[in-house]
């Protein structure tokens, strides 16, 4: 899975300044970023592509980021173990 930063989106014509974008996320305008860190963060690149497409299919932001979340890809549990760990297989 690859992860678009803040300058990827600009990249694929997203507007909006890192203010804008963090208040269309607050009210559900726009798909919620993932954090790596305090300082690292950025969003899966099927869930830009998908809001991207229903915006150009005419669907409102609101309705646009609905279509993009479903396009989130979700972690199995092996996924989400520690590195270096061994899920729990158990």
Known sequence: MKFIDYGGLR?????GSKITIWRKEREQ???KR???SAKYYGWP???I???LTALAAGHDEETATAIAERARPT???NQMAAPGST????
């Open 34 to 36: 993932t954090r790596f």
């Open 49 to 51: 592509d998908a809001y």
């Open 11 to 15: 990249d694929r014509g997203v507007p």
């Open 87 to 90: 899920p729990n297989t158990a």
């Open 29 to 31: 305008r726009f798909p």
């Open 45 to 47: 690149d099927a869930v």
């Open 75 to 77: 972690q199995s549990a």
